[in-house]
């Protein structure tokens, strides 16, 4: 190994190549801290060929590569095992803006730069990239790619995969595959780039990428409302969207449970509590004042149990803290078992009421925390209070995840919408996942990274 | 033979096996009548059931088999060869609505219904289906998931690829991919059905889908306008969608050459004749006079050289047969070497002055027929008098297309934007692509279809 770390130096610099468990530590455990890897070293390159050079040597010698990006992983999908054995090769150096094309609404970055980073670059420029989530500051480009981020407007702009027109991927075999074309439209072959979107790093590591931007909206309008019933809330859905077509940006629903513990952690800021509430807002061209009044004109024809708009953008600011304090307020709460799951959005009244009774009568007196983007199906469904002793919570895991996994799949869902699966979730993509699909899954595997070498112990491991 | 067609006739019903040349006739031959095959039989089963067992009896016999939509493709893609030993499967029957669910904005529909069919069922909903194309009375949905189909809409709603949320295909070995769940977010593992979209059946048959749906647009505005030159209509694009967000649908661009052929071919229908001219619509949800008045305003302020607004649904239909008359009066000027062209859009001044200067080098007294979508960047771009002997024009056709993609691919273009490759673009592909990409699309092709069965003589054989 000392061979291989001298060798890794020459190839990418000693500074780049660190070994000191201070400077290793935060990059062997996930975010969340529920696991916790030993890497043999944290390697640093700085470009796309010193990626390619580093695979190629790490290939050689049989070392496995645990790619890394933000590390803001919910799922243990970029965290090392414990062996000392596997290299964490972190793509934060990789910090090149490649391109930056207004008139093709496009921008080609380097894997490194955060996300937060990329939205500013667009805005720069009079455009939107419009991928939003709660680790923006933090997390990178190419973990966004790699894990196929969702977050807070993919109800209009899609998913990170419909957000990417091309890639760059140094694949297991050190080859670097070149699909960084900025093109909305392109039937030359297979699109295979679309295989490494979401694959977690297990076949090759994502350089860089071309993404789609847009224009950039001039308005908004904001309103948190309290309804009676999320079939109430589903039923807005469409409403909405029938009225204000694209310009619905964000549909975000709220349970009860959340509210009184957003009212219980942060007093006073909560306009009120409902049984169910809806972070909603409009984005558009033109004037702010035009299309708040257009949103208050349809909320006045609704029946809803209470309402605020929006009147400044510190109102909205305040509006969009409470939302994203959920996360937050529940952990001060206290441990739950988190799911991350979607469903048809149809389907989410339905779902709500008969897991929410499947898991009552397993377990008296549970406490269900579900929020989420309800516009696109995708809530956070978290549970606890499955017994009178909160510390043995986490025995009751594999049972509640049973009963919550077996109602997504009824209802034609997803036990993985944005968080993707890491290693938390290996054993119940086999159960769920279609048998000919896993198949094909693990035959690309094979075929792209037949020595097991990239992000080895997740779900594609053979 | 007879052996296999008894059992293929035992599988699907006798008179779903069509062997009598004048019934196997308009599927030996492709639309533009450039490939003329010679099958062993025509396949029509009428479930995925009876595909599946068709491919697993094929497979046990080793019967190559070329699947086949509306046969509308451009480029043969659909087409069997002259051997009389391919079996031409047809999915026309299979037209079931699987599922509609308008409050997921989804609708699950068998490959054999047209898409014309698809779009009446979406509106019957209240919802858009927007893939939008000139045979869209004819094509099937499954050869525009195939062919990752485009045409009129991509600028703002994508391609086809991006109006899908779940496949179900059956395999080369017979075996039944079910990918046919309809969410916006899921990132269960890797998203496989994205292989089969674009693929032109060479990896499978794509039996049904689940297609996105979207609100149905109320208030249309339609513009044909006249500007100085293809710099000034790039430069609209990017003002017009800051000005109008995601409401501009469609950006069409026409060259001067094309605007004189439709004035010669329909006397007095073009409102004038411009160095460039510009198809515009805007879609929006509320009133159609509004977004007239505003796109009105807008056009007010810009330098153009002549403009007409369609000031009711005739006279839009108007605008918009025009657009659609272009092909077909090619057709009826002369036979053209035709290209399916697309580069980012910030690139399609400098790549019409620099590919046409060339073609003018090579060629004195070329004429290039350039029209098509370009705010999605794609560019149809055909050749014609190449020399004083019009029969002589195919001969001049390898050389065209040498300066043409040479061109395309300076810019980060692609050689077949919307059309596919099918057999007719195989060696340009060869050429332009990606090696790495090239050889990964190759071991997929192993992987899935070890013995060439499906669609073979097309790119992806080996």
Redesign the interface.
């Known amino acids: 190994m000392e061979q291989l770390l001298h060798e890794l130096a020459a190839l990418i610099g000693p500074t780049h190549v660190l070994t000191d468990p201070a400077d290793t530590e935060p990059h062997a455990v996930d975010w969340r801290g529920r696991y916790h890897g030993r890497p043999l070293a944290v390697a640093l390159p700085g470009s796309t060929a010193e990626v390619a050079a580093l695979v190629a040597l790490c290939r050689d010698r049989g070392i496995a590569i645990v790619p890394q990006g933000g590390n803001t992983s919910t799922c243990g999908g970029a965290t090392p095992d414990g062996s000392g054995r596997q290299l964490v090769v972190n793509l934060r150096r990789l910090r090149a803006v490649r391109r930056l094309?207004?008139?093709?609404?496009?921008l080609t970055v380097e894997a490194g730069l955060t996300l937060a980073e990329v939205q500013a670059l667009a805005e720069g420029a009079?455009r939107l990239f419009p991928l939003s989530l709660a680790s923006e500051g933090s997390c990178q480009i190419g973990g966004n790619l790699s894990?196929?981020a969702?977050g807070l407007a993919?109800?209009r702009y899609?998913?990170m995969?419909?957000l990417t027109l091309g890639l760059e991927v140094v694949?297991p075999d050190g080859?670097?595959?070149?699909?960084l074309?900025?093109?909305?439209?392109?039937?030359?072959?297979?699109?295979?780039k679309?295989?490494f979107?979401?694959?977690e790093g297990q076949l090759g590591l994502i350089t860089a990428a071309t993404l789609k931007l847009?224009?950039?909206?001039t308005a908004r309008a904001t309103a948190w409302v309290g309804v009676d019933s999320a079939r109430t809330a589903?039923?807005w859905?469409?409403a909405l969207?029938?009225?204000?077509?694209?310009r619905l940006t964000t549909f975000e629903l709220i349970s009860e449970v959340c509210q009184k513990l957003l009212d219980h952690h942060h007093p006073g800021q909560l306009p009120f509590v409902a049984p169910w509430a809806l972070l909603i807002e409009l984005s558009?061209?033109g004037e702010t004042a035009a299309l708040e009044e257009r949103l208050v004109n349809w909320l006045s024809e609704q029946a809803m149990v209470d309402g605020v708009m929006a009147q400044s953008e510190s109102e909205r600011q305040r509006l969009w803290q409470l939302r994203e304090a959920l996360s937050e307020t529940q952990k001060r709460d206290g441990p739950s078992i988190k799911h991350d799951i979607?469903?048809?959005?149809?389907?989410i009244p339905a779902f709500l009421e008969q897991c929410g009774q499947a898991l009552k009568t397993a377990f008296p007196g549970v406490r269900i925390v579900a929020f989420g983007?309800a516009g696109?199906?995708?809530l956070h469904y978290n549970v606890s209070r499955t017994r009178p002793d909160p510390a043995a919570l986490f025995d009751d895991e594999p049972a509640v995840n049973a009963i919550v996994y077996e109602w997504v799949d009824r209802f034609?869902?997803?036990?993985?919408?944005?968080?993707?699966?890491g290693q938390l979730?290996t054993p119940w993509?086999e159960r769920?996942?279609?048998p000919?699909?896993?198949a094909?899954?693990r035959?690309?595997k094979q075929?792209?990274d037949p020595r097991g070498l990239m992000n080895p112990g997740k779900?594609?491991a053979p």
């Open positions: 094309d207004p008139d093709n609404n496009s009079g894990t196929n969702g993919v109800l899609g998913t995969r419909e694949l080859q670097v595959l070149d699909a074309r900025g093109l909305r439209k392109d039937t030359s072959g297979l699109d295979v679309q295989l979107i979401g694959a847009f224009p950039l909206p589903i039923a859905l469409a969207q029938a009225a204000f077509g694209d558009d061209s979607g469903v048809p959005t149809s389907m983007h696109d199906g995708n034609g869902g997803t036990l993985a919408a944005e968080h993707g699966v979730k993509l769920y996942k279609d000919a699909a896993l094909l899954m035959g690309i075929l792209l779900w594609l």
